[in-house]
């Protein structure tokens, strides 16, 4: 939380908010920064017709401190060079940690004061931008922006434990077949699509993987909040960059406002 769409429009905000080097970097390497933007949920989307040790290592990565993957990515940094592919992503990673850390304590509270569910949320936020960016929430193809290629790969596996390029490039295109698969523009795939979730019994927490037609009232606060915490994250997150720049430059201890989980 929140979902593809808000990270990459963060992504954005926090670019144009850059200047020196590091923006140099996030310029030359746009696709590995634009799929850092996306954090550990890249892993969430890899085979995801049934469990497997990837997906769960996604959601381990969220219920830790990020601070050892920060301190580990500091070190690959420093062996690929900060003009490198691979700093673009960990920077676009960073900006994934501020966003989520920012906006979850309120997401988790939002959730049993209002008893929606937390992909529901992130679905009307979802919509809320993409109106506010003049996209159609239900036709914007997502999958577009997915960069399923060899080089971002490479660039993804030197920060995880046992996650080989092959696998990499195997979670970077079933997050695209599935953002295309729940892109659904006309009534009959969405109706459809719905339909196959309520036979299945997964609608109630499964709907929020698709923007549905009918806006969701009940969310129309918890969008107005995220919206105000979306533009204060920006501003700490261009902070944070800075620092974690730092620290790959000089060695200086890492800003413990890494040493939070995604939650």
């Not at 017709?49 to 830790?64: P, T």
Request: hydrophobic share 35%.
């Amino acid at each position: 939380m929140p979902a593809f769409y808000a990270h990459d429009r963060f992504g954005r905000k926090v670019y144009s908010r850059l200047e020196g080097e590091i923006k140099q970097t996030i310029k030359n390497h746009s696709r590995q920064f634009r799929i850092g933007l996306q954090g550990p949920d890249l892993f969430f989307f890899y085979r995801p017709w049934h469990s497997n040790k990837i997906s769960k290592y996604g959601n381990h990565l969220h219920e830790i401190s990020a601070y050892p993957f920060f301190r580990h990515g500091a070190a690959v940094v420093r062996e690929k060079g900060r003009s490198s592919k691979e700093y673009a992503y960990l920077l676009g990673f960073a900006c994934h940690f501020i966003l989520d850390s920012e906006c979850h304590p309120f997401v988790e509270e939002y959730i049993k004061k209002s008893g929606v569910q937390h992909l529901e949320i992130e679905e009307e936020f979802e919509k809320l931008l993409l109106r506010m960016d003049g996209k159609d929430p239900f036709a914007y193809p997502l999958a577009e922006l997915i960069p399923a290629d060899g080089t971002t790969a490479e660039a993804i596996c030197p920060f995880y434990d046992d996650i080989t390029e092959k696998t990499a490039l195997r979670a970077l295109r079933d997050m695209r077949l599935v953002k295309k698969l729940f892109t659904a523009p006309g009534r009959l795939k969405h109706d459809a699509i719905n339909t196959v979730m309520k036979l299945t019994g997964k609608y109630p927490y499964m709907k929020g993987l698709m923007n549905q037609h009918r806006d969701n009232l009940r969310c129309r606060r918890s969008s107005q909040e995220l919206l105000s915490r979306f533009d204060e994250a920006a501003k700490l997150a261009v902070d944070m960059l800075y620092s974690l720049d730092e620290t790959i430059q000089t060695g200086k201890e890492l800003n413990r406002r890494f040493d939070r989980t995604f939650e």
